[in-house]
């Protein structure tokens, strides 16, 4: 196939991308209201904090913020196909088969991070900050309560990616086994620096972040051994 032809391919597939984007985040704009009640899920166990705005238009910033996010929720689906389909002409059958697991496979461990940050970690996190200070009233942001919210939701969402990453660097031969159990201490070390990167400055967070990255890591050690296995079977 020509250049010209892929690239007027590509413009089509991203114009489709673009077209679906608009129309999931208007369709997530008119549910708004409901899309808040679940985002404030996490803080039902937290009475003493009150959202605000603080300007004029944040709440209305805040719910395209929102509605935004939730309709790249929504047009993903049509992502992953369009990106798909431009790209599966150049795989072969096991090719195809691998990135269709390795994307399943993905997709499933970000889902389950999420929900893990969503209706474990941050509900237990945002007990913690606002009962941190007792001399400031807890009114915070709406734009940086759902800020917060996400960067959480992705944080854990690419940290549950842990055990995918494992598997391709160990089918590529880059680590096995004896490389992670050799360097546990540096790896919890790592860890333990990258969760106090991305979290508050509080023992608490770094402790909701670095546990299950951790647990994760321990994962790979088992999946990179079972990688190992079959290989060698």
């Keep these: 196939m020509a250049l010209s032809t892929h690239m007027k391919e590509l413009r089509r597939k991203l114009l489709i991308c673009l077209v679906t984007l608009a129309i999931t985040t208007t369709f997530a704009l008119f549910f708004s209201s409901e899309l808040w009640r679940f985002l404030l899920m996490p803080l039902q166990g937290v009475a003493v904090v009150t959202l605000i705005n603080l300007s004029p238009t944040e709440g209305i910033a805040a719910d395209f913020m929102v509605s935004a996010i939730f309709g790249v929720l929504l047009a993903l689906p049509i992502f992953f196909g369009e990106l798909y389909s431009f790209c599966a002409p150049a795989l072969h059958a096991k090719e195809k088969f691998l990135v269709l697991g390795a994307s399943f496979g993905s997709v499933v461990l970000f889902v389950a991070g999420a929900t893990f940050a969503f209706f474990v970690a941050v ?91 951790l647990l994760l890591y321990g994962v790979s050690i088992v999946v990179n051994a079972l990688v190992a296995r079959r290989e060698v079977a």
């Design 123 to 213: 509900p237990l996190l945002l007990m913690f900050l606002s009962h941190y200070s007792n001399i400031a009233s807890q009114l915070w942001s709406q734009e940086a309560y759902v800020s917060f919210l996400f960067r959480f939701e992705l944080l854990f969402g690419f940290v549950f990616q842990m055990p995918m990453l494992t598997y391709f660097v160990t089918k590529l031969g880059f680590i096995d086994q004896r490389f992670l159990v050799r360097h546990f201490r540096i790896s919890i070390f790592l860890i333990c620096l990258v969760a106090a990167l991305v979290t508050p400055p509080d023992l608490f967070s770094l402790f909701w972040v670095a546990i299950p990255m």
